[in-house]
């Protein structure tokens, strides 16, 4: 069984910060789930445009408000609490969270990263070898 507290984490390396969001990484590759967990916040006013190419990912809106832009459809659909997506086909997406303040967002990713992931030029992250 693994048990972990987010507020522990967060002074740990499990915590990741990037230019708009910063990461808590609460399972990793290295836990052997098949999936990485993590509680992700995106900074007021941030605008991430991501693509991620080599992994799949779901998001549950826990706090705060934005929205999510498919790039493929140009569709913008609003984020708020209780709101999930799925970027199911590997979409280029453009995040965007109010100015308010912050989104909160608990994250799945499938590979699952290793924890120290950040976002490479194209807005994805890297495949890891096996």
């Known amino acids: 069984m693994i048990v972990r507290d987010l507020n522990e984490a967060k002074n ?3 915590h990741v910060h990037s230019e708009g969001w910063d990461s808590v990484r609460l399972l ?4 052997e789930m098949g ?7 995106i900074h007021a006013g941030a605008e991430l445009h991501m693509h991620y190419k080599n992994h799949l990912e779901c998001v549950y809106c826990v706090d705060g408000t934005g ?5 493929a459809t140009g569709e913008i659909h609003k984020i708020k609490p209780g709101v999930m997506y799925a970027l199911d086909k590997h979409d280029k997406h453009i995040l ?3 100015a308010e303040k912050p989104m909160i967002m608990a994250c ?4 699952p990263v290793s924890g120290k992931e950040v976002h490479q030029a194209d807005g ?4 890891e070898d096996a």
């Open 12 to 14: 740990t390396e499990r």
């Open 28 to 31: 990793l590759k290295s836990d």
């Open 35 to 41: 999936f990485s967990f993590h509680i992700t916040t």
């Open 67 to 71: 929205s999510i832009e498919d790039c």
């Open 96 to 98: 965007r969270a109010d």
């Open 108 to 111: 799945t990713f499938n590979p």
């Open 124 to 127: 994805s992250y890297a495949l």
